[in-house]
């Protein structure tokens, strides 16, 4: 289950990671805040093994999964609670695929909206996503406000000034890092 937006973008992102991709991007925009208008906006963009009109049709379902990513499972509800909650939230949703290319969805949030989830731990889901195993670079794009400060990070260059992403000091400092940006944001 999602309890907030942080979780529902890093849901998302993950399966752009596991798309066979070498690249993803993400964009996450936020004006206002909660109770005060504004919007939470984020977009994913793979360029992974991408979906035919017919596996974007069942992805959006929450009644059928693949069998593969998770054979256990039964249903696949990461794309249909993305939806459920974008909407009910006054916002919307986009998928745009194309196999064998790439994948890129959108979704965006009424802030005011009283149905809105809160958005959760920015800093700690971008650390989240940045130690996703697959994809060569991730490249993220955080944007506060109308014109406002934003800052970019990319795993490469992350992880070759942390020493890697695998060691507990080069996470403590990364998650300090992030903290900060997010304050200066």
């Given at each position: 289950?999602?309890?907030?937006?942080?979780?529902?973008?890093?849901?998302?992102?993950?399966?752009?990671?596991?798309?066979?991709?070498?690249?993803?991007?993400?964009?996450?925009?936020?004006?206002?805040?909660?109770?005060?208008?504004?919007?939470?906006?984020?977009?994913?963009?793979?360029?992974?093994?991408?979906?035919?009109?017919?596996?974007?049709?069942?992805?959006?379902?929450?009644f059928v999964s693949d069998g593969i990513k998770h054979p256990h499972r039964k249903?696949?509800?990461?794309?249909?609670?993305l939806i459920q909650t974008a909407e009910q939230s006054g916002g919307g949703w986009?998928?745009?695929?194309?196999k064998g290319k790439g994948t890129t969805v959108s979704a965006w949030f009424d802030?005011?909206?009283?149905?809105?989830?809160?958005?959760?731990?920015?800093?700690?889901?971008?650390?989240?996503?940045?130690?996703?195993?697959?994809?060569?670079?991730?490249?993220?794009?955080?944007?506060?406000?109308?014109?406002?400060?934003?800052?970019?990070?990319?795993?490469?260059?992350?992880?070759?000034?942390?020493?890697?992403?695998?060691?507990?000091?080069?996470?403590?400092?990364?998650?300090?890092?992030?903290?900060?940006?997010?304050?200066?944001?």
């Amino acid at each position: 289950m999602h309890f907030t937006l942080a979780d529902l973008v890093t849901d998302i992102t993950q399966n752009g990671a596991e798309s066979g991709a070498a690249l993803v991007e993400l964009e996450v925009s936020q004006t206002g805040n909660s109770g005060g208008g504004g919007e939470f906006r984020f977009t994913v963009r793979d360029n992974g093994k991408g979906m035919s009109a017919d596996e974007i049709k069942r992805a959006v379902d929450p009644f059928v999964s693949d069998g593969i990513k998770h054979p256990h499972r039964k249903v696949g509800l990461g794309l249909p609670f993305l939806i459920q909650t974008a909407e009910q939230s006054g916002g919307g949703w986009d998928i745009k695929s194309e196999k064998g290319k790439g994948t890129t969805v959108s979704a965006w949030f009424d802030a005011g909206n009283v149905d809105m989830p809160p958005v959760g731990d920015i800093p700690g889901m971008f650390r989240s996503i940045l130690m996703f195993q697959g994809p060569r670079e991730i490249h993220i794009t955080r944007s506060r406000g109308t014109g406002g400060p934003s800052y970019e990070l990319r795993k490469t260059e992350i992880s070759e000034v942390l020493g890697g992403l695998e060691e507990t000091g080069s996470l403590v400092l990364l998650d300090k890092y992030l903290r900060s940006l997010e304050e200066d944001a």
